[in-house]
Antibody, heavy 119, light 107 residues
């Protein structure tokens, strides 16, 4: 069974940092693009970043460029999102999703981890 | 960036109704259009990909159509478990934008 399990969310002050992790199982992790998608409370879905199978290509939504870094460790079947200089508007549930290749789809999702940026 | 719009933003319908949701892209996205269903407090679920291909396990009452910039999700006979929010999403550009969502609730 394909499973994605996020962790690392929590309460952080504005300007602070947080690192999210996503543990993948049930499929060959290194064969897939992976993405982070977020959802602010009561709002819609927003794609945040994606990373190619071997980590050689990464893309970001404009609002997080220069602040967030997506990475992966294929030996540990894990995806990461390093979030720096956090702002109140980054408050959201962050989902790990399998997919992110152009003209592809997000076929599998984790349960999400909540990040709250507040003083 | 490609902008996605959806209409209506919400609708009320009864069990058995035929429901249609429209999604429009700000430029042509070929067939790179997907639909997701999200229930409260849950992760989104892929319903339809590449405009009209039903994801495995999704009931056949769901269907998708369209091309270029205009797309439609249709539920032929609304069931109690279909009350949820529906999002379209383009994957034509590397910034995978979602539509704002359509909330389907019980009339």
């Amino acid at each position: 069974e394909v499973q994605l399990v996020e962790s690392g969310g929590g309460l952080v002050q504005p300007g602070g940092s947080l690192r999210l992790s996503c543990a993948a199982s049930g499929f060959t992790f290194s064969d897939y693009w992976m993405s982070w998608v977020r959802q602010a409370p009561g709002k819609g879905l927003e794609w945040v970043a994606n990373i190619k199978e071997d980590g050689s290509e990464k893309n970001y939504v404009d609002s997080v460029k220069g602040r967030f870094t997506i990475s992966r460790d294929n030996t540990k079947n894990s995806l990461y999102l390093q979030m720096n200089s956090l702002r109140a508007e980054d408050t959201a549930v962050y989902y790990c999703a399998r997919g992110g290749i152009q003209c592809g789809q997000f076929r599998c999702w984790g349960q999400g981890t909540l990040v709250t940026v507040s003083s | 960036d490609i902008q996605m719009t959806q209409s209506p933003s919400s609708l009320s319908a009864s069990v058995g109704d035929r429901v249609t949701i429209t999604c429009r892209a700000s430029q042509s996205i070929n067939s790179c259009l997907n639909w997701y269903q999200q229930k409260s407090g849950k992760a989104p679920k892929l319903l339809i990909y590449a405009v009209s291909t039903l994801q495995s396990g999704v009931p056949s009452r769901f269907s998708g159509s369209g091309s270029g910039t205009d797309f439609t999700l249709t539920i032929s006979s609304l069931q109690p478990e279909d009350f949820a929010t529906y999002y379209c999403q383009q994957s034509y550009s590397t910034s995978f934008t979602f539509g704002p969502g359509t909330n389907v609730d019980i009339k």
